[in-house]
Every structure is written in C-alpha cells, then in structure tokens.
C-alpha cells in the first residue's frame, strides 16, 4: 500500500506566504512524477504546479512567480512554497504522486486534502 499525506495548510492573510508539504510512503520502488491540485468551492479542479523526478517544473499560469514547487526524492517528499496569496488561491489543495510500486505496478496516489484560506 502508498500513502501520501499533505501538511501545512491553514488561514493566511492576503500577500502573506504559506507552505505545504506532501509525502509518500508504503510500498514504493520509485517516486516519478509529484504535484499539486486545487479545488476552490464551485470550481473544477485545476493543476497548480508539477515536478518530475529530475526536476523540471510546471506551473499553472495563475501561480507563475508567486508559487515554487520543490521535492526531495530521499524522502519522496514534495512541497509547494506559495508567496504573494491572495483570495483567489482559497482551495482545498490536493497533492498527488506517480508511483512504481515495490510489486512495479505503476499508479497515482492522492492525498486527503489540505484547506488553504486567504482573508483578512
């Protein structure tokens, strides 16, 4: 089994910064592909940012500049710094990994979930 958990959302003023991290773990060979979704209520899910396992980088053109996605492939961790908030980035954001399990089967993995607010 893969479990991916996300951390570190929570309130945030507009133009305030705030981090949130995403880990896999379970029965992983590798970690390929990780990123981040959001949902903002009444809206579909959209891609805010992706990176592979090299390091190449993908980001919505909403975040451009202000957000930067990062991982650590020791910890099959990925995170996502966002700067410059403001109320259009409320969402509940999910983050995802492409995995090859231990058994080499190849999936995606979601997490539960982390709730970012932007208000004064």
């Known amino acids: 089994q893969v479990q991916v958990v996300e951390s570190g959302g929570g309130l945030v003023q507009p133009g305030g910064s705030l981090r949130v991290s995403c880990a896999a773990s379970g029965s992983i060979f590798r970690v390929n592909d990780m990123g981040w979704y959001r949902q903002a209520p009444g809206k579909q899910r959209e891609l805010v940012a992706s990176?592979?396992?090299?390091?190449?980088?993908n980001y919505a053109d909403s975040v451009k500049g202000r957000f930067t996605i990062a991982r650590d492939n020791a910890k099959n961790t990925v995170y996502l710094q966002m700067n410059a908030l403001n109320p259009e980035d409320t969402a509940d954001y999910y983050c995802?990994?492409?995995?090859?399990?231990?058994?080499?089967?190849?999936?995606?993995?979601w997490g539960q979930g982390t709730q970012v607010t932007v208000s004064s």
């Open positions: 990176i592979t396992r090299g390091g190449i980088t």
């Open positions: 995802y990994a492409a995995v090859i399990t231990q058994r080499f089967a190849n999936d995606v993995y």
